[in-house]
Protein backbone atom coordinates (compact mmCIF):
# COMPACT_ATOMS: atom_id res chain seq x y z
CA UNK A 1 0.00 0.00 0.00
CA UNK A 2 0.91 3.68 -0.32
CA UNK A 3 3.15 5.29 2.58
CA UNK A 4 0.99 7.69 3.08
CA UNK A 5 -1.93 5.34 3.48
CA UNK A 6 0.40 3.46 6.32
CA UNK A 7 1.10 7.37 8.03
CA UNK A 8 -2.42 8.37 7.97
CA UNK A 9 -3.48 5.52 10.60
CA UNK A 10 -0.29 3.39 11.65
CA UNK A 11 -3.14 0.11 11.98
CA UNK A 12 -3.01 0.35 8.30
CA UNK A 13 0.38 -0.51 7.90
CA UNK A 14 0.07 -3.12 10.89
CA UNK A 15 -2.44 -5.19 8.68
CA UNK A 16 -0.86 -4.75 5.57
CA UNK A 17 2.43 -6.22 7.47
CA UNK A 18 -0.10 -8.96 9.73
CA UNK A 19 -1.22 -10.45 6.01
CA UNK A 20 2.25 -10.50 4.75
CA UNK A 21 3.53 -12.40 7.98
CA UNK A 22 0.61 -14.78 7.68
CA UNK A 23 0.70 -15.67 3.94
CA UNK A 24 4.41 -16.14 5.16
CA UNK A 25 3.26 -18.36 7.79
CA UNK A 26 0.86 -20.55 5.38
CA UNK A 27 3.42 -21.18 2.76
CA UNK A 28 6.19 -22.49 5.37
CA UNK A 29 3.32 -24.89 6.82
CA UNK A 30 2.36 -26.16 3.82
CA UNK A 31 5.50 -26.72 2.44
CA UNK A 32 6.44 -28.42 5.32
CA UNK A 33 3.68 -30.99 5.29
CA UNK A 34 3.90 -31.12 1.44
CA UNK A 35 0.73 -28.95 0.31
CA UNK A 36 0.11 -26.81 -2.25
CA UNK A 37 -0.66 -23.23 -0.45
CA UNK A 38 -3.48 -22.92 -3.57
CA UNK A 39 -5.37 -25.39 -1.67
CA UNK A 40 -5.63 -22.91 1.89
CA UNK A 41 -8.24 -19.87 1.61
CA UNK A 42 -7.37 -17.04 4.32
CA UNK A 43 -10.08 -15.78 5.70
CA UNK A 44 -9.98 -12.33 7.58
CA UNK A 45 -12.65 -12.43 10.68
CA UNK A 46 -14.18 -9.14 11.00
CA UNK A 47 -15.75 -9.21 14.27
CA UNK A 48 -15.77 -5.94 15.76
CA UNK A 49 -13.61 -4.39 12.93
CA UNK A 50 -14.42 -0.82 11.51
CA UNK A 51 -15.12 -0.66 7.98
CA UNK A 52 -12.73 0.81 7.05
CA UNK A 53 -10.00 -1.57 8.63
CA UNK A 54 -11.67 -4.28 6.27
CA UNK A 55 -11.61 -2.39 3.51
CA UNK A 56 -7.94 -2.16 3.88
CA UNK A 57 -7.26 -5.44 4.52
CA UNK A 58 -9.24 -6.16 1.11
CA UNK A 59 -7.12 -3.50 -0.59
CA UNK A 60 -4.03 -5.59 0.99
CA UNK A 61 -5.54 -9.01 -1.37
CA UNK A 62 -8.32 -10.09 1.09
CA UNK A 63 -10.85 -12.09 -0.95
CA UNK A 64 -12.78 -13.55 1.95
CA UNK A 65 -13.92 -12.11 5.24
CA UNK A 66 -16.10 -13.79 7.99
CA UNK A 67 -18.48 -12.29 10.14
CA UNK A 68 -19.94 -13.30 13.62
CA UNK A 69 -23.35 -11.70 14.37
CA UNK A 70 -26.48 -11.25 11.02
CA UNK A 71 -27.01 -7.32 12.47
CA UNK A 72 -23.11 -6.82 12.27
CA UNK A 73 -22.72 -7.88 9.33
CA UNK A 74 -25.60 -6.25 7.72
CA UNK A 75 -24.83 -2.64 9.75
CA UNK A 76 -21.19 -2.72 7.90
CA UNK A 77 -22.10 -4.37 4.72
CA UNK A 78 -22.74 -0.90 2.57
CA UNK A 79 -19.57 0.77 3.37
CA UNK A 80 -17.34 -2.48 2.30
CA UNK A 81 -15.70 -2.83 -0.86
CA UNK A 82 -17.01 -6.19 -1.74
CA UNK A 83 -16.31 -6.47 -5.53
CA UNK A 84 -14.76 -9.88 -5.85
CA UNK A 85 -15.12 -10.24 -2.11
CA UNK A 86 -17.06 -13.42 -0.90
CA UNK A 87 -18.27 -13.06 2.57
CA UNK A 88 -19.39 -15.72 5.41
CA UNK A 89 -21.37 -15.93 8.38
CA UNK A 90 -19.33 -18.09 11.03
CA UNK A 91 -21.26 -17.08 14.40
CA UNK A 92 -24.22 -19.12 15.29
CA UNK A 93 -27.27 -18.15 13.81
CA UNK A 94 -30.55 -18.34 15.51
CA UNK A 95 -33.83 -19.29 13.84
CA UNK A 96 -35.06 -15.87 13.92
CA UNK A 97 -32.61 -14.30 12.11
CA UNK A 98 -32.40 -16.51 8.91
CA UNK A 99 -34.61 -14.83 6.64
CA UNK A 100 -32.66 -11.54 6.88
CA UNK A 101 -29.09 -12.97 6.37
CA UNK A 102 -29.84 -15.75 3.79
CA UNK A 103 -28.88 -14.47 -0.05
CA UNK A 104 -26.89 -11.75 2.09
CA UNK A 105 -23.81 -13.95 2.55
CA UNK A 106 -22.29 -16.06 0.10
CA UNK A 107 -22.01 -18.82 2.65
CA UNK A 108 -23.40 -19.86 6.14
CA UNK A 109 -20.72 -21.52 8.09
CA UNK A 110 -22.58 -22.30 11.75
CA UNK A 111 -25.03 -25.39 10.17
CA UNK A 112 -25.44 -26.84 13.77
CA UNK A 113 -29.15 -28.67 13.39
CA UNK A 114 -31.68 -29.83 10.87
CA UNK A 115 -34.27 -27.05 12.36
CA UNK A 116 -31.53 -24.48 11.08
CA UNK A 117 -30.75 -26.28 7.79
CA UNK A 118 -34.63 -26.65 7.15
CA UNK A 119 -35.09 -23.11 7.61
CA UNK A 120 -32.27 -22.50 5.45
CA UNK A 121 -33.51 -24.45 2.73
CA UNK A 122 -37.11 -22.63 3.42
CA UNK A 123 -36.38 -18.79 3.03
CA UNK A 124 -33.81 -20.13 0.48
CA UNK A 125 -36.70 -21.73 -1.66
CA UNK A 126 -38.63 -18.40 -1.14
CA UNK A 127 -35.91 -16.30 -2.82
CA UNK A 128 -35.12 -18.68 -5.90
CA UNK A 129 -31.74 -19.65 -4.84
CA UNK A 130 -29.44 -22.36 -3.33
CA UNK A 131 -27.44 -21.52 0.11
CA UNK A 132 -24.41 -22.93 0.44
CA UNK A 133 -23.24 -24.32 3.90
CA UNK A 134 -20.74 -25.99 6.05
CA UNK A 135 -21.53 -28.03 8.97
CA UNK A 136 -20.59 -26.62 12.46
CA UNK A 137 -19.40 -29.35 14.44
CA UNK A 138 -18.18 -29.50 18.05
CA UNK A 139 -15.23 -32.07 17.89
CA UNK A 140 -14.31 -31.36 21.54
CA UNK A 141 -17.71 -31.97 23.08
CA UNK A 142 -18.13 -28.79 24.71
CA UNK A 143 -21.07 -28.59 26.48
CA UNK A 144 -20.30 -24.02 26.37
CA UNK A 145 -20.19 -24.54 22.78
CA UNK A 146 -22.33 -24.78 19.78
CA UNK A 147 -22.25 -27.29 16.90
CA UNK A 148 -23.32 -30.42 16.08
CA UNK A 149 -22.36 -34.17 17.92
CA UNK A 150 -19.72 -35.92 16.14
CA UNK A 151 -22.44 -38.71 16.67
CA UNK A 152 -25.48 -36.99 14.79
CA UNK A 153 -23.99 -35.72 11.65
CA UNK A 154 -24.57 -39.15 9.65
CA UNK A 155 -28.29 -38.62 10.37
CA UNK A 156 -28.08 -34.92 9.96
CA UNK A 157 -26.23 -35.41 6.34
CA UNK A 158 -28.76 -37.97 5.25
CA UNK A 159 -31.82 -35.64 6.26
CA UNK A 160 -29.96 -32.80 4.39
CA UNK A 161 -29.54 -34.57 1.43
CA UNK A 162 -33.53 -33.44 0.65
CA UNK A 163 -33.07 -30.30 0.91
CA UNK A 164 -33.16 -28.71 -2.29
CA UNK A 165 -32.44 -25.42 -1.45
CA UNK A 166 -28.99 -25.63 0.49
CA UNK A 167 -25.62 -27.11 -0.49
CA UNK A 168 -23.14 -28.82 2.36
CA UNK A 169 -19.61 -27.68 1.15
CA UNK A 170 -18.02 -29.24 4.18
CA UNK A 171 -17.17 -29.02 7.36
CA UNK A 172 -16.37 -26.10 10.05
CA UNK A 173 -15.30 -26.21 14.11
CA UNK A 174 -13.99 -24.22 16.68
CA UNK A 175 -11.82 -26.81 18.95
CA UNK A 176 -11.08 -26.84 22.77
CA UNK A 177 -8.70 -24.30 24.40
CA UNK A 178 -5.81 -26.89 24.83
CA UNK A 179 -2.77 -26.52 26.57
CA UNK A 180 -0.14 -28.84 24.40
CA UNK A 181 0.01 -28.96 20.59
CA UNK A 182 -0.25 -32.53 20.55
CA UNK A 183 -3.80 -31.90 22.22
CA UNK A 184 -5.28 -29.69 19.41
CA UNK A 185 -3.64 -31.47 16.50
CA UNK A 186 -5.55 -34.39 17.90
CA UNK A 187 -8.55 -32.77 16.99
CA UNK A 188 -7.58 -31.01 13.76
CA UNK A 189 -6.35 -34.61 12.59
CA UNK A 190 -9.68 -35.78 13.95
CA UNK A 191 -12.14 -33.30 11.69
CA UNK A 192 -10.08 -34.04 8.86
CA UNK A 193 -10.46 -37.80 8.98
CA UNK A 194 -14.45 -37.14 9.35
CA UNK A 195 -13.79 -34.93 6.43
CA UNK A 196 -11.99 -37.98 4.18
CA UNK A 197 -14.86 -40.18 5.14
CA UNK A 198 -17.89 -37.93 4.37
CA UNK A 199 -16.08 -37.37 0.83
CA UNK A 200 -15.84 -40.98 0.28
CA UNK A 201 -19.98 -41.25 0.44
CA UNK A 202 -21.84 -40.34 -2.30
CA UNK A 203 -24.98 -37.24 -2.00
CA UNK A 204 -27.28 -35.63 -3.59
CA UNK A 205 -25.97 -32.12 -2.58
CA UNK A 206 -23.41 -32.32 -0.46
CA UNK A 207 -19.91 -32.23 -1.29
CA UNK A 208 -16.60 -32.14 1.11
CA UNK A 209 -14.56 -29.19 -0.32
CA UNK A 210 -14.05 -26.83 2.63
CA UNK A 211 -12.53 -27.99 5.68
CA UNK A 212 -13.02 -24.66 7.71
CA UNK A 213 -10.41 -24.68 10.28
CA UNK A 214 -7.52 -22.78 12.13
CA UNK A 215 -7.78 -19.32 14.13
CA UNK A 216 -5.37 -16.75 15.25
CA UNK A 217 -3.33 -18.85 17.46
CA UNK A 218 -3.81 -22.45 15.95
CA UNK A 219 -3.93 -21.86 11.74
CA UNK A 220 -0.19 -23.29 11.28
CA UNK A 221 -1.36 -26.60 12.93
CA UNK A 222 -4.71 -26.60 11.46
CA UNK A 223 -2.91 -26.58 7.90
CA UNK A 224 -1.03 -29.79 8.93
CA UNK A 225 -3.75 -31.61 9.63
CA UNK A 226 -5.55 -30.58 6.65
CA UNK A 227 -7.82 -27.33 7.15
CA UNK A 228 -8.51 -25.56 3.61
CA UNK A 229 -9.74 -22.56 4.91
CA UNK A 230 -8.33 -20.76 8.00
CA UNK A 231 -9.76 -18.04 10.32
CA UNK A 232 -7.60 -15.40 11.86
CA UNK A 233 -9.34 -12.42 13.01
CA UNK A 234 -7.16 -10.44 15.95
CA UNK A 235 -3.80 -12.04 14.13
CA UNK A 236 -4.71 -9.52 11.53
CA UNK A 237 -6.68 -6.73 12.67
CA UNK A 238 -5.57 -6.92 16.34
CA UNK A 239 -7.31 -7.17 19.56
CA UNK A 240 -10.88 -7.00 19.70
CA UNK A 241 -12.68 -3.49 20.92
Do not use: W
Not at 4 to 11: F, Q
Amino acid sequence: MEKSSRDSDPRFGTIEDNIKRIREDMASACAKCGRDVNEVSLMAVTKTVEPKYINHAIACGIDLIGENRVQEFLSKKDELNLDGVSAHLIGTLQLNKVRKIVGQVDMIQSVNSLKLAQEIDRISERLGIVTNTLIELNIGEEASKTGMSVSELDELLCRMDSLGNIKVCGLMTIPPICAQKSEILKFFHNMNKLFIDIKAKKYDNITMSILSMGMSSDYCEAISEGSTLIRPGRAIFGARS
